[in-house]
């Protein structure tokens, strides 16, 4: 459960998932969290390249260029990241992964199910996801803008 009411929102607190949930996590910290998910025989986890603060010793690192990413290069040439890192389990017992994000902020638990499978989010909100989610960035910000284009006539 998360802290209870009358806590300011940057004191330390420990989120776990609930026990009927299929991954079980665990969200500690108060400015800076670390997400440790348990990661089950023959699964993976997906996060964003330099996340992982600690792992078990059954957990294998992979660095996987993103399939989805079509405009890798643009990305590149941007700044973005057009990798991810991938973390398996091939092994019979279950494994553990700690990630935190790369600047303090909350984690926040989300079940893509209860938002129709598909969320819009900030660029760089995510952090992790287990098995396969897919992350793209084809929104286009279609909010208007004031352009003014003009010539000085002398």
Known sequence: MAAP??????????????????????ISGGDVQVLQVMVKSQDKLTAKPGTMCYMS?????????????????????????????????PGPDDGYVGISAPFPGRILPIDLANFGGE???????FLCSVNDVSVTSSTVDQRPRNI?????VG
Do not use: H, R
């Open 148 to 152: 003014e284009i003009g010539a000085e």
């Open 119 to 125: 969320l819009l989010c900030q660029a760089d909100s």
């Open 57 to 89: 010793g059954n957990i294998q690192m992979d660095n996987n260029y993103l399939p989805e990413n079509d405009g890798g290069v643009w990305q590149w040439i941007f700044g973005k990241s057009i990798t991810s890192t991938v973390f398996f389990n």
């Open 5 to 26: 009411f009358f806590s300011t929102p940057f004191q330390p607190y420990v989120y776990q998932s609930q026990q009927g949930s299929v991954t079980a996590f665990q």
